[in-house]
């Protein structure tokens, strides 16, 4: 038992090897300027809406909802139907909100998936198809309109008090449910020039996507503004209509080397670690131990004689036994690049879960160089 748990630690640290040095690997790599940043102007814009999903099997909003009972009497009202709200008993109906977002460059009569979500107290959207919802900015322009049925991709089943459920139900999408109406402006060049912009701001990057542009243009044509905007010059030849688009094509394929600062990135709810190739340990010592606590309950059965008219007593008695796992001083003497980290923890032979909380220890030891993002 003792060799399978050796072993699957050691799977398991070999595993964090292999992803700190596809860390590093990617961080090194030259990468194209489109993978990096996007074109100032190229936004999209987030549209919303109130719409009613019909057809659901009993799985509906509640009289509790009233907006939904007022918002199908209002319904029925444009199509020559007149019913008093008291009257309206809905299970198979549900008030839903519906959001998408409109992409830039879009023309009217596309489409575009959406995402429809109840309002009320609705147990499930299952079966149930979305009636013809406008959609809008928060200005109020209609850019698009959305039906159609709704794919859930889960279950929810209840019979006599039991309830078997399987995902989220009260939520779904339509692909390609949404029709746009009105294209969205987009302007790329004000003033004769277009703006890069970093997803991740950092002085260094941007001083070499500016260099990079200046050395495939053979000109000055870029100047770096700040940490995340690049503004490049639109050369005369490329002023043409349709030039544009090939100058941009032209910028976006452009290969550079972005830096990046030290980061040791941990999601401690799945236990991942990703370790920057920035990150470097100073010379430390650490010694990780953990107490195990084992709690047994044996039940002890007091048997009355026979006749006697006694019962029979049931009385539990618990053991409980503790233990430390010992482990020696590990001395790390430093390590600068990420197979040197990953080294030095492989000597430990802990798990990820143990290395999350020495990395921890590290930072506040002052021992870790590097930011520690915890997610």
């Known amino acids: 038992m003792v060799n399978k748990i050796f072993s699957l630690d050691i799977l398991i640290m070999k595993r964090l090897l292999i992803l700190f040095l596809f860390a590093a690997e990617f961080l090194f790599s030259a990468t194209r300027i489109k993978d990096l940043a996007y074109i100032q102007g190229m936004v ?18 509640s009289q509790r909802s009233t907006f939904t009972i007022q918002s199908v009497s209002s319904m029925l009202k444009r199509f020559g139907i007149t019913v008093p ?24 009569g596309g489409v575009m998936d959406v995402t429809v979500s109840s309002l009320g107290d609705a147990t499930g959207l299952q079966g149930g198809t979305l009636l013809v919802t406008p959609l809008s900015t928060t200005n109020g322009a209609i850019y698009a309109s959305a039906q159609g049925a709704i794919s859930v991709g889960g279950m929810n089943v209840r019979s006599n008090g039991s309830e078997v459920r399987r995902n989220h139900t009260a939520a779904g ?26 997803w991740q701001a950092d002085f260094t990057t941007a001083k070499r996507i500016a260099g990079a542009i200046d050395t495939a243009l053979g000109t000055p044509s870029a100047n770096a503004i700040d940490a995340s ?74 048997q009355p004689p026979a006749f006697s008219n006694g019962r029979t007593v049931v009385t539990p008695m618990s053991t409980i036994s503790t233990n430390i796992d010992t482990t020696s001083v590990v001395a790390i003497n430093g390590a600068a690049t990420v197979q040197e980290i990953a080294k030095a923890l492989n000597t430990l032979k802990v ?3 143990d290395i999350i909380a020495i990395f921890q220890a590290l930072k506040e030891a002052g021992a870790l160089k590097a930011e520690l993002v915890i997610l």
Do not use: C
Not at 85 to 108: E, G
Not at 178 to 197: C, D, F, R, Y
Not at 260 to 274: L, Q
């Open 85 to 108: 709200q008291n009257d309206l008993r809905l299970r198979n109906v549900a008030a839903v909100m519906v959001t998408a977002s409109l992409p830039p460059f879009s023309k009217s």
């Open 351 to 353: 798990t990820p879960r």
């Open 173 to 198: 999408r339509i692909p390609g449910g949404a029709i746009i109406e009105k294209p969205l402006t987009v302007q790329l060049v004000e003033n004769g020039k277009i703006s890069i912009v970093l």
């Open 229 to 302: 905007t690049i503004a490049v010059d639109v050369p005369a030849s490329y002023t043409a209509e349709g030039k544009l688009v090939e100058f941009i094509s032209i910028l976006e394929l452009l290969e550079i080397t972005p830096d990046v600062s030290a980061k040791v990135v941990i999601n401690e709810k799945t236990g991942t670690i990703v370790v920057g190739g920035n990150v470097q340990i100073l010379p430390v010592a650490i010694s990780h131990a953990g107490l195990n606590i084992e709690i047994q309950q044996t039940p002890i059965i007091s």
């Open 44 to 61: 999209s814009e987030q549209l919303i809406g109130y719409g009613l999903v019909v057809g659901l099997n009993g799985t509906g909003d």
